[in-house]
């Protein structure tokens, strides 16, 4: 009897291959990883385009940042229409267990996804801030740059979601109702982000390059982009003891003592609270009308 596709697990080879020295966790390991964790991760990746930071060599090898793939390459890992990115193969989406596992079979170890749905690209769904510090920025600094995020959202009536980011930094996810298109939502975010810069220009910058945050975090609002990426939550990192990103409560902002606080070899603790930080995300999903009158920024 033929198997049924949806249910079969794409088998792992070289199981014991090393992927990270730092915690010693192989290329098995990590896959066992993303088997636990597929029913926290997978409705964070359903239904959008992602992207996929492959080392095929480990993290301390070189490091493949993949964006799309021809049939069949990855067991599970779905081909979008060719429409949405025009000129290269199809871009990617997982939607399933089985793709979770066919990518980790490909040494995947990051995913990444955009900040909109595959069957409705042209209109995100929600606006990232990145949150990046700066040369000698200690992490209470980045504590407080994620309140201020939060607070000035708050006073444009936007509801924010935290997660850490596994890496450096912290990832403040606004959900939106689908009415704006790509330059809107971007050109907002970076409204916001140097309103942010204006009140308190010695901790935020909202320019990019290192030598602009030197001292200071720079709130990124390229993530906003047509077809930029952000980090999937659950998603582990290709970097030295594997952090993994988190979803957050506000609340606990000031309790997690870094980006990597938790990572693949600690999150056991985690998942019993899971996506429960996030539980209000879907219903407070908002249009940005109202947010964008109260910031006095003017659409055209
Ligand atoms: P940190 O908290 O350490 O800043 P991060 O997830 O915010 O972690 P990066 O790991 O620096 O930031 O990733 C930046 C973004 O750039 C990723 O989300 C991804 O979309 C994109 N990216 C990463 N590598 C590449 C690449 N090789 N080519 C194109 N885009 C990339
Ligand atoms: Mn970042």
């Known amino acids: 009897m033929a198997a049924d596709r949806k249910q079969s697990t794409p088998r792992i080879t070289h199981a014991d291959r090393l992927v990270d020295a730092k915690s010693g966790i192989t290329k098995g390991e990590l896959a066992a990883y993303y088997a636990r964790v597929a029913p926290l991760m997978l409705p964070h990746l359903r239904g959008r385009p992602v992207a996929l930071v492959r080392a095929p060599d480990g993290i301390a090898g070189e490091l493949f940042f993949q964006k799309h793939a021809q049939h069949g390459e990855m067991a599970g890992v779905g081909l979008l229409d060719p429409a949405l990115d025009p000129g290269h193969e199809p871009l990617l989406q997982i939607d399933t267990a089985e793709g979770l596992l066919g990518a980790a079979q490909f040494n995947v170890v990051e995913f990444h996804t955009w900040n909109a749905l595959s069957r409705a690209f042209a209109q995100p769904d929600r606006m990232t801030f990145d949150l990046d510090p700066g040369e000698g920025v200690e ?22 979601f935290l997660k850490t980011s596994g890496g450096k930094g912290l990832h403040v996810v606004v959900p939106i109702r689908r009415a704006h298109g790509w330059d809107e939502v971007k050109g907002f975010s970076q409204a916001i982000v140097q309103q942010l810069a204006r009140s308190v220009p010695e901790r935020i910058v909202a320019k990019s390059g290192p030598r602009n945050r030197v001292g200071k975090i720079f709130a990124d609002y390229l ?23 988190v979803p957050l409560d506000w609340d606990e902002l000031f309790e997690v003592d870094g980006a990597d606080h938790w990572t693949v070899a600690t999150i056991a603790e985690r998942l019993d609270i899971g996506n429960a930080p996030w539980a209000a995300m879907e219903r407070s999903r908002k249009g940005l009308g109202d947010a964008m009158r109260r910031l006095g920024y003017l659409v055209n």
């Open 139 to 160: 992490w209470p600094r980045m504590q407080e740059a994620a309140l201020l995020v939060r607070t000035l959202l708050d006073e444009l009536g936007l509801p924010s």
């Open 223 to 245: 993530r906003n982009g047509f077809g930029a990426t952000t980090i999937s939550a659950w998603s582990a990192r290709a970097r030295p003891g594997l952090g993994v990103s």
